[in-house]
């Protein structure tokens, strides 16, 4: 028996459900009969039609099923076949009509009806079932395949950010090695003292780099009141030392900076993307500016927020990829990059209910690219992920994705 193509039997008058039920079961069809419609409205989950009669709705029950109707996935379009009572079109009917509007993929059958025109009609809204299915198969498919990305490109940033971190723990560890026998070999006690304050310093450093980058790999599950002052400066401080090596200046400008209700360990991987895609393209030095302030989304003025803007003086991107640059596996860094950085910095953004938008130029004379990132103060997190290929429902397969 498939469940997922179950047709339920609503028709209290008589013996028609029997007799509709005993139809369609000879015709292969699996079906079972519901005493009243509050129970038709239990079991419709994961049923692939309804066959109801028109005088089993009232007011209050109609309601209740427009209000399950409407919490269908995007894929799903319920199928409901409505027996009416024969007669011409007047305003009584005309009202019967609105009434069944809540009622959505509705088609009525006359009574009395022929048992061909029944079944016909139960097996074209079982068809229509099936490939509402396959497109939630395909979307439950595709919804791995994008984690799967989101966890390979997860691991490749913590790739480029090993060697980075590294070196920053090394460095201070060495000056500690040196001042431990500094103070080994100092006759001086205050001279001792000074060597130990600085080794204390040098440590310091290291549980700050520590910290950091457990911040980066322990992500909350549900959205906090962040700062994006301290996003972008704990991304700085895991590229210390590629900023120095590459001799890139950063220049930030922090203006009315508020709180905003964001996922703060998403947000910090966008920043770490932003601001190593700048490094990559300054490999000759160059500048980094970073700023925050109070902003509307451009294409809604009434959405306040705050607009977080990185731009770089490096190479620019190419005019063959800007049309596709948030795509994924399209990347500016040849064999390089994985093409998945930016387009997992896309969704995380529109999860967040924000936009980005960017301006690049690889002339000569004005080399460089902006990154224009609108975050809203108040987003408002949906079921789905930001790719918006999953949605609760109710009135959905057993097998379904939640």
Not at 229 to 244: G, H, K, N
């Amino acid at each position: 028996m498939d469940l997922d193509l179950h047709v339920l039997v609503v028709a209290p008058t008589g013996r028609d459900a029997t007799l509709i039920a005993d139809l369609l079961t000879k015709e292969g069809i699996d079906c079972s009969v519901c005493s009243s419609s509050k129970v038709a409205l239990d079991r419709v989950a994961g049923s692939g039609a309804l066959v109801i009669a028109e005088e089993v709705f009232t007011p209050s029950n109609i309601s209740a099923w427009g209000q399950k109707i409407a919490t269908q996935s995007s894929w799903s379009d319920y199928p409901l076949i409505v027996l009416t009572v024969a007669g011409a079109v007047d305003p009584n009917s005309q009202k019967k009509m609105l009434f069944r509007e809540p009622l959505g993929n509705v088609v009525l059958l006359e009574r009395p009806i022929r048992p061909e025109t029944l079944v016909s009609t139960v097996q074209a809204s079982l068809r229509s079932r099936r490939r509402q299915y396959l497109i939630r198969d395909h979307l439950a498919q595709r919804r791995l395949t994008e984690e799967a990305l989101l966890r390979s490109e997860k691991l490749a940033v913590v790739g480029r950010l090993a060697a980075s971190i590294a070196h920053e723990i090394n460095n201070p560890l060495e000056s500690v090695t040196n001042l431990l026998y500094l103070i080994g070999t100092s006759s001086n006690l205050d001279e001792a003292k000074i060597y130990a304050a600085t080794a204390t310093d040098e440590l310091a450093r290291v549980s700050e780099i520590a910290i950091h980058t457990l911040k980066f790999f322990r992500q909350l599950s549900k959205p906090t009141s962040v700062y994006l002052t301290e996003l972008v400066d704990s991304a700085l401080v895991l590229y210390q030392a590629r900023l120095v090596s590459a001799r890139v200046t950063v220049q930030k400008d922090f203006r009315a900076c508020p709180p905003i209700t964001a996922m703060a360990g998403e947000l910090r991987q966008v920043i770490v993307n932003m601001v190593g895609n700048a490094l990559d393209a300054m490999r000759g030095g160059g500048t980094l500016n970073i700023r925050i302030d109070r902003g509307r989304e451009y294409s809604n003025g009434s959405r306040t927020g705050l607009r977080l803007t990185i731009a770089d003086s490096g190479s620019g991107i190419s005019p063959e990829i800007k049309s596709r640059l948030f795509e994924p596996f399209v990347s500016s860094k040849a064999d390089t990059g994985t093409g998945l950085g930016l387009w997992v910095s896309s969704e995380i953004i529109r999860k967040h209910g924000g936009t980005i938008r960017f301006k690049s130029s690889s002339l000569l004379r004005a080399k460089g690219t902006v990154f224009s990132i609108f975050l809203p103060a108040e987003p408002q997190f949906h079921a789905h992920d930001s790719t918006a290929v999953t949605e609760q429902t109710t009135i959905l397969s057993k097998t379904a994705v939640h």
